[in-house]
């Protein structure tokens, strides 16, 4: 068994060489208080079509469409937010995506579906289990 290292040396390096797979997970954000109870989840990757909330920085409060994700630099786009550039284009900003929480989620996806719903299971399980655990303890009294 491979033991993970714990030097933040280590972990920045992992962070640099990781693999788009991975990459992609990494590109995760919490779920909004709403999404959280709907879904049975606290945090899912960000995909392109989700909308976001963005918690910090200059665009505290904006609330817009992810419209492209950058693994290879882990941020993303969101649309309306912009800057001018000294030529007078404009462009989007990138935002690190630990910096917004999920607000509405694409699920155009069929695969993301599956996901959710066997996240879904996976904690009405864990509940069941904890239930039964406390039940005997509390009947024994």
Not at 80 to 98: N, Q
Request: proline fraction near 4%.
């Amino acid at each position: 068994m491979r033991s993970k290292s714990t030097k933040p040396s280590k972990q920045r390096k992992m962070l640099y060489q990781a693999p788009y797979h991975i990459r992609g997970k990494i590109l995760s954000a919490h779920l909004s208080e709403e999404l959280r109870k709907e879904y049975g989840t606290r945090s899912l990757p960000i995909r392109a079509g989700d909308t976001v909330r963005v918690l910090r920085g200059d665009y505290k409060g904006v609330e817009g469409k992810v419209m492209r994700v950058d693994r290879k630099k882990y941020r993303i786009f969101i649309e309306g937010i912009t800057r001018e550039k000294a030529d007078g284009t404009t462009i989007l900003v990138p935002i690190h995506p630990s910096k917004v929480e999920i607000t509405r989620l694409n699920l155009d996806d069929k695969l993301r579906k599956r996901i959710l719903e066997r996240r879904g299971l996976i904690e009405e399980t864990r509940k069941e289990v904890e239930a039964m655990a406390q039940a005997p303890a509390s009947g024994g009294e």
